[in-house]
């Protein structure tokens, strides 16, 4: 089955710089990659995903790379802020013989400090 | 759109007792739905893929006997943990897919405690 792996498991930053979180994943038929936020006793909440067919995606400050040869990808938070802290999960899934179940890797816990 | 919601959001039981817990999707309709556990400062790890009117399919090591699932509709997914202990103390959380789309939307999660 699919094996995720996440690092760092704790980032420390301070507010304004970017915080980068890197996940590899086993399976090379997983063709879905989304990253979830989750703060302290809440729901993951999706923030941004990527498929297998395009190396890179951005929305406003967020953004994730995806490079299949090397089976990673990584998310990218720019000009952190407060709020950012959280957190948070990448995820691989495929849909032939995987029915679009997630794995996700052990999750970075995000601090950023005024 | 897209929203999920579980019930009950907290529940305490005595050890012995089973409990179920609620999933919904409010706005749209889920032909499958998971359930994850998630124990503190821990990953969310899957139980079970849920999928309307048909047996539920468990991920390995989870025993199917003492965490029963029902998919009624394409709204209700249900998770009743049996005859409940301590170590089954977790955070339970359910997500519900669109048909069509790769996006699994969370529920709120339930925070079950057995004493």
């Known amino acids: 089955g699919e094996n995720v792996e996440q690092h760092p498991s704790t980032l420390s930053v301070q507010e304004g710089d970017s915080a980068v979180i890197k996940c590899t994943y086993s399976?090379?038929?997983?063709?879905?990659f989304p990253w979830y936020k989750q703060e302290l006793g809440k729901r993951p909440q999706l923030i941004i995903d990527?498929?297998?067919?395009?190396g890179e995606k951005k929305d406003q400050r967020i953004a994730v790379t995806l490079n299949k040869t090397a089976k990673h990808f990584s998310l990218h938070i720019t000009e952190t802020q407060p709020e950012d802290s959280a957190v948070y999960f990448c995820?691989?899934?495929?849909?032939?013989?995987?029915?679009?179940?997630?794995?996700f890797g052990t999750g970075t816990q995000l601090k950023v400090e005024l | 759109g897209a929203v999920v919601s579980q019930h009950p959001s907290w529940v305490i039981c005595k050890s012995g007792t089973s409990v179920k817990i609620e999933c919904r999707s409010l706005?749209?309709?889920?032909?499958?739905m998971f359930w994850y556990r998630q124990f503190p400062k821990q990953s969310l790890m899957l139980m079970a893929t849920?999928?309307?009117?048909?047996?539920?399919?468990?991920e390995q090591g989870v025993e199917k006997d003492k965490f029963l699932i029902n998919h009624a509709s394409l709204t209700l997914s249900t998770l009743t943990v049996t005859s409940a202990h301590p170590e089954d103390s977790s955070f339970y959380i359910c997500?519900?897919?669109?048909?069509?789309?790769?996006?699994?939307?969370f529920g709120p999660g339930t925070r079950l405690t057995v004493l």
């Open positions: 849920s999928n309307e009117g048909s047996k539920a399919t468990y």
């Open positions: 995820a691989a899934s495929r849909v032939t013989g995987g029915g679009n179940k997630l794995t």
């Open positions: 706005d749209f309709q889920a032909t499958t």
């Open positions: 990527i498929r297998s067919n395009v």
């Open positions: 399976d090379s038929a997983s063709n879905y």
């Open positions: 997500s519900a897919l669109l048909a069509g789309e790769r996006t699994q939307y």
